[in-house]
């Protein structure tokens, strides 16, 4: 299997590789690179170190005219004639036909053209009703060369140059779009512009264009005649000397816990519970005392004696 693969990899088609080298002319068509090429050829210069790149490549499709029955008939007749002379030719020559064959095969061949033209461009149901040629064109054509090799190229280009040939075009320059300007709601109003440096009296990292805002007195601070002895409550002035009052700190929020949320909720179903029994084993023994009076009532009234009743017959 070992011998087989350098079989293998010369078979294999170049896989597409960047091109390498140093740009020696551009031309904008294929024709003008071709011929530049073709003199340094006929100089003697090593041309496989040369290498034609198309920039910008488009896809041209060229309207050749329009499409109508008549001409697909006429090009099916012509393209099955021939395909019948081909067959026709193949019986005359393999076989024991005479020479009239060869027309009848062309006959044959033209009309079986003509109709499966007809019939396919029938079923286009008339989308494509012309005809055009499609090539691919690059916008502009590069001619490289190897790092090595490309002073001797270019006086060469040079000396076709002079000569009446094709003359290398300038690069052409990579024009930046600039960016569009992005639009901001009217609603936003616009900051006016600052000043490089704060008026004079101005401190710094304060807004520039508003006045200077005094820092309001520390508790603990002398006050100022004319102005509140404690920040935020205007009204009496402070008096010299004298240091500002200080706010009292809110008294702290007292209740009972959790746990004792729970231990006061069991002790109330305790007592509950207790007191249900209590009310209980009283309705008990209401009904038993009542019971017990019930009976003592009744014992005497079944021992008493009864009366001895004679028959006034006997």
Not at 34 to 59: C, E, K, W
């Amino acid at each position: 299997m070992s011998n087989l693969s350098p079989l293998r990899a010369q078979s294999q088609p170049g896989l597409p590789t960047p091109p390498r080298g140093d740009t020696i002319a551009q031309y904008a068509t294929y024709a003008e690179a071709q011929r530049a090429v073709d003199y340094l050829s006929d100089n003697h210069f090593p041309v496989q170190a040369v290498t034609i790149v198309g920039v910008d490549l488009q896809m041209v499709e060229r309207v050749t005219g329009r499409l109508t029955y008549s001409r697909v008939a006429v090009a099916g007749l012509f393209s099955g004639a021939w395909f019948g002379l081909f067959v026709g030719l193949l019986i005359l020559l393999f076989g024991t036909a005479e020479g009239a064959s060869l027309f009848a095969a062309m006959l044959i061949g033209a009309a079986f053209g003509g109709l499966f033209g007809l019939i396919s461009y029938a079923f286009t149901g008339g989308r494509r009703d012309f005809t055009s040629t499609s090539q691919i064109v690059a916008g502009e054509y590069r001619v490289l060369c190897l790092t090595e090799q490309a002073g001797p190229a270019r006086q060469l280009l040079n000396k076709l140059a002079d000569e009446g040939g094709p003359r290398s075009q300038p690069a052409r320059p990579v024009t930046n779009v600039p960016p569009a300007p992005q639009s901001y709601p009217q609603s936003y109003p616009q900051q006016p512009p600052y000043p490089q440096q704060p008026p004079q009296g101005q401190p710094w990292g304060q807004p520039w264009g508003q006045p200077p805002v005094s820092p309001p007195p520390q508790p603990g601070q002398p006050g100022q005649y004319g102005q509140p002895g404690q920040f935020g409550q205007p009204g009496q002035p402070g008096q010299y000397g004298q240091p500002a009052p200080q706010e009292q700190p809110p008294p702290p929020v007292s209740g009972p816990t959790y746990s004792e949320m729970i231990d006061r909720k069991k002790a109330e179903e305790r007592e509950a519970a207790e007191r249900e029994a209590a009310e209980k084993h009283r309705r008990q023994q209401t009904e038993r005392e009542a019971t017990e009076q019930h009976a003592t009532q009744e014992q005497p009234q079944a021992t008493q004696p009864q009366p001895i009743q004679h028959d006034p017959e006997q």
